[in-house]
């Protein structure tokens, strides 16, 4: 299907973008590499009056690199960080995790910005910056605030983003040497969304221990328990294995059937299993 | 309608178009470019895979007006290309093609897999085709005919040393 008529901005700034915004927050939609926006937009799941088209602002295409974190701007392709054209704090996790994203071509043009905005229940960059312990940065009308990216996401598609609100920028702290990540993605044909996904870092050098999963029916969901076993160095796998039960068991909003649940449990233990190995 | 202009198989072109249209409806019915093909029109088939500055991009999921200032490529503007010159041959010589409806998106996504080493496997091959469908499942010949041209251009880089 063909996409509905609509209108279509190019702010030449970020400032003029959010007054774009601020102008008519119901009708208008931010753009960046528009690879889920259009689809939808294609299929009339989506049918904006306004589209702002963000993806060529400077401000956010800007990377900074600092002793103990690198800020990544939020129109970043998927496929800079798959090539490392950008800087890397997390020690191969975060290439490793684009170059899984759907295919090359939506690499190209999907953006990091545009993925946690988004919060698509499968989506891979809302649990994996979770665990890295990232903090967003966005921009509005009032001002700019940061959030952790692991409150970020508030539910499917749902975040604590304002209608007014553009995403500026991500601030991801460097993992140490020392550090160990684990990262499993269950889907079946490659590159698309995943059945189960698990992410597992565990960083003695910032006392960093996460285990986070996704496509729980939900934000990404931290398995506590089971990252304080893991950062305490448990490698005893029932051990393990229970702290994971215990976890989903206190996820009792998520409604997981015995399948789901069986999945998420194998999801977890291999990611825990590439730190713990 | 909004002004856009691009460089389009080299040379520059400016129209006027409605913002909802997308780079793929531009291509076919401004630029009677109809090499470029839509199956699914949200970004699955891959048919419409063009180049965006040089990168594979889906030309369902981008706005025309989004490439002003862009520059684009088409399967009508690889004359003289060397690796497309050889995925054409491999293509022809292994029949990689039946109905030929998924071809040109599989030659250009081929081809950026071949420039970026990608293509040095059956697997690797497969990983990176994943998202191209050929509804005639002919990929046992596509990837056989990508692994040819692969090592065709390989022999040329080394023998050229």
């Known amino acids: 299907m063909k996409a509905a008529a609509v209108d279509y901005v190019r702010p030449r700034s970020l400032t003029e973008a959010i007054d774009r915004l601020a102008a008519a927050p119901d009708e208008a939609r931010v753009i960046a590499g528009g690879q889920s926006l259009l689809a939808m937009m294609n299929l009339r799941l989506a049918s904006p009056a306004l589209l702002i088209d963000i993806v060529r602002l400077p401000e956010l295409l800007a990377v900074t690199d600092d002793a103990d974190a690198v800020t990544l701007g939020a129109c970043v392709t998927h496929a800079a960080i798959e090539d490392a054209r950008t800087p890397d704090p997390s020690r191969g996790l975060m290439p490793r995790v684009a170059s899984t994203l759907s295919y090359r071509a939506i690499r190209n043009r999907g953006t990091i910005g545009g993925s946690l905005a988004l919060a698509g229940p499968a989506a891979d960059w809302p649990a994996v910056f979770a665990a890295l312990d990232a903090e967003v940065t966005v921009l509005g009308p009032n001002g700019r605030r940061a959030l952790k990216c692991a409150e970020f996401a508030t539910g499917p598609y749902e975040t604590k983003l304002t209608d007014e609100e553009i995403i500026e920028s991500l601030r991801i702290p460097k993992l140490s040497a020392a550090t160990r990540w684990g990262y499993v993605k269950l889907c079946r044909p490659s590159a698309l969304f995943a059945d189960a996904l698990a992410v597992a870092i565990v960083d003695p050098g910032r006392d960093l221990a996460r285990v986070v999963i996704d496509a729980a029916n939900g934000a990404p969901l931290s398995l506590d328990d089971t990252a304080s076993l893991v950062g305490a160095g448990q490698r005893d796998l029932a051990a393990l294995r229970s702290a994971v039960g215990a976890d989903l068991d206190r996820a009792s909003d998520r409604h997981f059937d015995e399948f789901e649940r069986s999945l998420h449990t194998v999801a977890a233990m291999r990611a825990v299993q590439q730190v713990t190995a | ?161």
């Open chain 2, 1 to 161: 309608m909004t002004a856009v202009r691009l460089r389009l198989n080299g040379a520059v072109v400016a129209d006027d178009v409605p913002p909802r249209m997308s780079l793929a409806d531009f291509l076919r019915e401004r630029r009677n470019l109809t090499g470029t093909h839509l199956g699914c029109e949200h970004g699955v088939c891959g048919a419409c895979t063009v180049l965006v500055d040089g990168e594979p991009a889906r030309s369902c999921l981008m706005l025309a007006v989004a490439c002003d200032d862009r520059e684009v490529r088409t399967i009508e503007g690889f004359a003289g290309d060397l690796v497309m010159e050889a995925l054409r041959r491999s293509f022809h010589q292994c029949h990689g093609l039946q109905c030929g409806f998924c071809t040109p998106a599989m030659l250009i996504t081929a081809r950026d897999l071949i420039l970026r080493r990608r293509a040095g496997s059956e697997h690797e091959i497969r990983e990176g085709l994943a998202g191209n469908i050929c509804r005639c499942t002919g990929y046992t010949n596509i990837v056989t005919a990508i692994a040819e041209a692969a090592k065709e251009i390989a022999k040329e880089a080394s023998d050229g040393q």
